[in-house]
């Protein structure tokens, strides 16, 4: 066993068996332990110089041992190691695709020309070479069937396919991440569904300052179409997000509610636009224009 693996591979190894397990037991948060603790950095220091001793030792043993033996009995012991250490397979195969004939056999394969001295050896293809070829031309053959003849899919076709494909991704994703909203990419909400939730948290979080109708009591009156803070989607929503002036009593709702629900509410605070309160307040600030549907007019 021990002669099988060369000590160039079984100190390393051991190395870092010890160094794995001391990073495994010691709990040094983010950092590698031997970078937290500089006292580990030594004791591997240390570790790695006692593997090297051992190794050191062990060899110099077993010189002065073999220096004891019979001539006999020393043959005998470095046959023994010659055969069971060496990668032979390794070797053996490295040796195979080089394919090259022996030193000794070189004589077989010299060609009967000689120009000034340089003679030339008919050396075989080294198989590595060969087998690569004939890959490829099988490789060419494919190719060509496949984007030549039946017409395959080019780079152009390919990136098509994926852009259709992440654009689909895309609408998946933002169906199923509504929560992601926020001010620049809320749009007023027209299902049942988020109307009737908006509706739910309207009435639990706002309808005692604002009435269940809109009409207004401690907050001013959302059916009008003079808003303080700006009317339309975009600006609701950031006034439930963000709140209104100071003292006034509107907080900000980000803190409670999420930016889907948000959404929700807001969205369904618009649908008050245009209906008719039981008492509704007085109308405060100014009628509320939504600039990105109006079409410009020349005036001055
Ligand atoms: C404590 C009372 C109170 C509660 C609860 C409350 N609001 Fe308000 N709200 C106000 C006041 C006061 C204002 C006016 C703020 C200002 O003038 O800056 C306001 C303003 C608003 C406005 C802007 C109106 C405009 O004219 O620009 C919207 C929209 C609004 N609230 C929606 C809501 C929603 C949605 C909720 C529930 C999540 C809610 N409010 C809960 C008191 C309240």
Redesign the pocket.
């Known amino acids: 066993m021990r002669n099988l693996i060369p000590s160039w591979i079984r100190v390393p190894v051991a190395f870092f068996i010890i160094f794995g397990a001391v990073e495994f037991f010691i709990d040094s948060g983010e950092k590698p332990a031997f970078i937290e603790y500089p006292a580990v950095l030594l004791f591997l220091l240390l570790v790695l110089l006692i593997l090297i001793a051992i190794e050191a030792i062990v060899g110099a043993l077993e010189n002065v041992m073999l220096h004891k033996l019979d001539e006999e009995a020393k043959a005998r012991f470095l046959a023994e190691k010659e055969k069971s250490f060496k990668f032979t397979w390794l070797k053996e195969t490295y040796q195979k695709l080089l394919g090259q004939k022996p030193i000794e056999e070189e004589g077989e394969i010299i060609l009967d020309h000689n120009y000034d001295g340089i003679k030339e050896l008919d050396n075989n293809l080294p198989p590595w070479w060969l087998y690569g070829f004939y890959a490829s031309i099988i490789f060419a053959a494919v190719y060509l069937v496949k984007y030549h003849v039946f017409d395959g899919d080019n780079q152009i076709d390919e990136l098509e396919t994926e852009l259709a494909e992440a654009r689909i991704a895309i609408e998946a994703y933002k169906k199923t991440a509504k929560n992601l909203v926020d001010i620049n990419t809320v749009t007023q909400l027209t299902d049942a569904a988020d109307l009737s939730a908006g509706k739910t948290?309207?009435q639990t979080?706002?309808v005692?300052?604002?009435m269940a109708d809109g009409g207004g009591g401690?907050?001013?009156n959302?059916t009008d179409d003079?808003?303080?803070?700006?009317?339309g989607i975009k600006?609701?929503f950031r006034?439930?997000s963000e709140g209104?002036?100071s003292g006034?009593?509107?907080?900000a709702?980000k803190a409670q509610?999420k930016p889907l629900e948000m959404a929700q509410?807001?969205s369904y605070?618009l649908t008050f636009q245009g209906t008719t309160p039981a008492n509704p307040k007085v109308a405060?600030?100014d009628i509320w224009v939504d600039e990105s549907t109006e079409t410009p007019t020349e005036t001055d």
């Open positions: 948290i309207f979080n706002c005692a300052c604002h401690i907050g001013p959302l003079h808003w303080i803070l700006g009317g600006n609701v006034t439930v209104g002036r006034k009593g509107m907080i709702w509610l509410v807001a605070v405060e600030g």
